[in-house]
């Protein structure tokens, strides 16, 4: 009989580690050191699953958030004019507060109650159907800067200038969707107008996106911008036009086919330079995004700054063409 206690190596008993095969120590162990050089990678997220898992997410992100962007502001086109004043208000508010936090960055002081205000006016402004309204706002914010100037000694010149460029940039500029969106004497037809022009912008950021980050070999403006390319500029404007093109086909508006297409060409490229020149901004205060209002966008102006001179050039290039 064997000893209790003693182990043996037949069905039904363990076996020792001694026992155990060579090759398969030597595999364990080799498994325990690929873990332990990967160690380092996994803490620092740069294992490929983690790579996938967080790109994966980044993109659910991404895209959850702009369908509720692009939904809220196609049911404020639709629901009417001060809807969509509503709307471009605030998020005109939104952008000139990124900006002046920006700026702060940069070491400028502005008087962003006096800012904000005239942000927020300037976007409500076109309502009143008046150029000499906005005229008027344009005055009592140069006025106001200039009066806060005088009686603030810690302000310089700098400080005034980014008080009045803050609201004009974010704001002003903001403020041409609301007088498209009044095309017709704000009729579903100004709606669909206002729509088209801003379809046309995000098609240009979008296709600009796919055609760069696919075929994209000439940057553009590498100091700048690293990621945007010339093709991107190109592949971007191209479906620019075409939008154009379709608002021409659709027949609803008195637009012409020239002035499509010279229309789309306007627009996507200034809707490029907006976007650049916020880049630039970002850059030089050292910030990748202007905010986190928005999950896997950044800020507002991140959201905003081609719209901010696309729509602008679109409202000229309807109202010289007759159209507005």
């Not at 000499?132 to 800067?145: E, I, R, Y």
């Not at 500029?173 to 709606?191: E, Q, T």
């Not at 098609?203 to 100091?223: C, E, Q, T």
Request: glycine share 12%; hydrophobic share 50%; aromatic share 8%.
């Amino acid at each position: 009989m064997r000893p209790h206690g003693d182990k043996g190596t037949g069905d039904g008993h363990e076996t020792s580690p001694s026992a155990r095969p060579r090759g398969l120590d030597a595999g364990i162990a080799r498994l325990e050191r690929a873990r332990d050089a990967k160690e380092q990678s996994r803490r620092e997220g740069s294992l490929r699953g983690q790579r996938v898992r967080g790109w994966t997410e980044k993109l659910i992100t991404r895209v959850a958030s702009g369908a509720i962007y692009a939904l809220v502001v196609i049911a404020c086109l639709f629901l009417g004019r001060w809807a969509t004043a509503l709307l471009v208000t605030a998020m005109a508010w939104q952008c000139c507060s990124e900006f002046f936090h920006m700026t702060r960055i940069a070491g400028r002081m502005a008087n962003e109650p006096l800012g904000l205000s005239m942000a927020a006016l300037f976007a409500l402004a076109p309502l009143t159907r008046s150029l000499f309204a906005m005229l008027v706002l344009v005055l009592l914010l140069l006025v106001a800067a200039a009066g806060w100037y005088v009686v603030t000694p810690r302000a310089n010149i700098g400080d005034v200038s980014t008080t009045v460029f803050g609201p004009l940039y974010t704001s002003l500029m903001f403020s041409p969707i609301v007088l498209i969106r009044m095309y017709d004497k704000g009729s579903i037809m100004g709606a669909l107008l206002a729509f088209g022009v801003i379809v046309s912008i995000w098609a240009n950021d979008a296709m600009a996106f796919f055609v760069g980050s696919r075929i994209g070999r000439h940057k553009l403006a590498p100091k700048i911008s690293p990621n945007k390319s010339i093709e991107g500029l190109v592949g971007g404007m191209a479906a620019c036009m075409l939008i154009w093109v379709v608002l021409w086909a659709s027949g609803a508006f008195a637009l012409s086919l020239p002035l499509a297409v010279a229309s789309g060409f306007a627009v996507g490229l200034f809707g490029v330079v907006g976007d650049l020149f916020e880049s630039r901004i970002k850059r030089g205060v050292g910030l990748k995004d202007s905010g986190d209002f928005m999950p896997g966008h950044g800020g507002m102006l991140d959201r905003s700054d081609s719209l901010l001179f696309g729509c602008t050039v679109a409202f000229f290039m309807l109202h010289l063409g007759g159209i507005l």
